[in-house]
């Protein structure tokens, strides 16, 4: 059964980082899981806000991924005015943390690509919902924590974001 998330509104985006930090046992732990559960929950939110949390996340993986694999080859989203018949390439990658192994997906190329395909089934990190449901944080408060985060650590905005 699927928790309903309600909204802490009214806490700041550190407060918000300081709540779920306080839950880790370090910066990156705390990290990948509010990466993990955002992209878990981000599929009903608008193309925009999808847009500005995967810019978000590929920052992620840029910083802490060393390599992927190659997952599939996908046509263009409907709205792509690029070149007829171009593709894009989808790739997996392992972020470990601890005894956790975080699977994130991205269109970004890595610097080393694994041989192989990506399968089904490989490992998976991340909390299940009822792990972190605990804390009643929506899409938007854990996107904004982690934009402060971001911003505050990295320097870096996705643009309209902050």
């Known amino acids: 059964m699927r928790t309903r998330l309600r909204l802490r509104t009214g806490m700041s985006d550190r407060e918000l980082w300081r709540l779920w930090r306080d839950q880790f046992d370090d910066d990156l732990a705390a990290l990948a899981e509010a990466i993990w559960a955002a992209n878990k929950m981000v599929k009903t939110e608008p193309h925009e806000a ?92 854990l996107y904004k924590m982690l934009a402060s985060y971001a911003r505050d650590r990295w320097g870096y905005s996705a643009e309209g974001t902050i």
């Open 50 to 141: 999808r847009d500005r949390f995967y810019a978000l996340k590929d920052e992620f993986i840029l910083r802490y991924a060393t390599s992927g694999r190659r997952v599939r080859d996908e046509p263009p989203p409907p709205w792509y005015r690029g070149a007829h018949g171009s593709v894009r390439t989808l790739y997996c990658y392992r972020v470990s943390v601890g005894e956790r192994v975080y699977r994130l997906h991205s269109y970004l190329r890595p610097l080393e690509v694994e041989p192989g395909l990506a399968e089904d089934g490989e490992e998976t990190g991340g909390s299940s919902v009822d792990e972190w449901s605990w804390l009643p944080l929506s899409y938007s408060e």
